[in-house]
């Protein structure tokens, strides 16, 4: 049996030297869903390789970024399900629609960029949103749409040659929980390489005591019971978020086009 499989082994190598499909893919960036930025196409091994499309919206530097994204992916697999999105307050988010498939051009069509919900859920989660070891300042926030889960992440935050350490808790979509030590998650943007990550089940905000109504105003405030520490701020630490824009960073992007979506 074990000489029979020896024999057979070189010409199974052969068959598959000689095979070496390629997949073809869909390549571009852009701000826009015409991604018009390095329109072409892209060749990857079929046998581990696939065609990746990325839509996402962006705000976590203040601003809104939408980006759209196509390219080739050397590994196929992810252990992180998508769309995911992710709420840390104070309007951050990141939200991600992508595809991931592998036949000859199958990312070629438009992904929506998920568009959120503002509408409440009844359940809530701290959130907050620090880089450069600054102190993540824990406000308790209503959850909105979809996003059920109360997450925590600590890791790295890369935006091309630069990278910050980050904390970020919030509300977060199912999806979130297949974010464990190790992972990481590759957006046109950034790459979020997370050391530590967790999420639970977001509790349901307490009914007691009821809304207060219009005419007691000398009540307390319904504001959740929040842990103020104060802000650490590190001398010469700005936050590397903010000190890029998108258009500076064009010229960079090739290296970016290598961005996968896996751990
Ligand atoms: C992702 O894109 C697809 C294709 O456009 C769209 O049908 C889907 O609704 C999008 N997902 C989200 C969460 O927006
Ligand atoms: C912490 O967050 C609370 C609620 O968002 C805010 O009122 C407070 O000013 C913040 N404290 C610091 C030090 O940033």
Same mark, same amino acid.
């Given at each position: 049996m074990v000489s029979f499989i020896l024999c057979l082994l070189p010409a199974l190598l052969a068959t598959t030297s000689a095979? /070496?499909? #390629? +997949? =073809?893919c869909n390549t571009c960036f852009g701000q826009t869903e015409t991604c018009s930025? @390095?329109? /072409? =196409?892209c060749q990857?091994?079929? @046998? #581990? /390789?696939?065609? +990746?499309s990325v839509a996402e919206d962006i705000t976590l530097d203040g601003t809104e970024n939408t980006n759209f994204y196509k390219q080739c992916l050397s590994s196929y697999k992810s252990d992180i399900e998508v769309p995911i999105s992710f709420t840390v307050g104070n309007g951050k988010y990141v939200r991600i629609n992508t595809t991931r498939c592998n036949t000859d051009n199958c990312n070629s069509a438009v992904l929506g960029v998920p568009t959120g919900s503002t509408t409440e859920n009844g359940l809530q989660c701290p959130t907050c949103f620090a880089l450069n070891f600054a102190v993540c300042n824990n406000s308790v926030t209503p959850c909105t749409g979809d996003e059920t889960y109360c997450m925590d992440f600590t890791g790295f935050l890369y935006q091309g040659s630069s990278h910050s350490p980050f904390q970020a808790k919030g509300c977060a979509t199912a999806s979130a929980q297949a974010i464990k030590p190790g992972t990481n998650l590759a957006t046109a943007l950034y790459t979020f390489d997370f050391f530590w990550g967790s999420s639970v089940p977001a509790e349901k905000i307490p009914t007691n005591p009821p809304p207060t109504t219009g005419a007691s105003l000398e009540t307390t405030t319904t504001t959740p019971n929040t842990t103020t520490i104060p802000a650490r701020t590190t001398p010469g630490a700005s936050p590397a978020l903010g000190k890029f824009s998108f258009a500076l960073y064009l010229p960079g992007l090739t290296g970016l086009l290598l961005v996968k979506l896996i751990s």
């Open positions: 095979q /070496g499909e #390629t +997949l =073809t930025f @390095a329109p /072409g =196409t990857v091994n079929k @046998a #581990t /390789g696939g065609c +990746l």
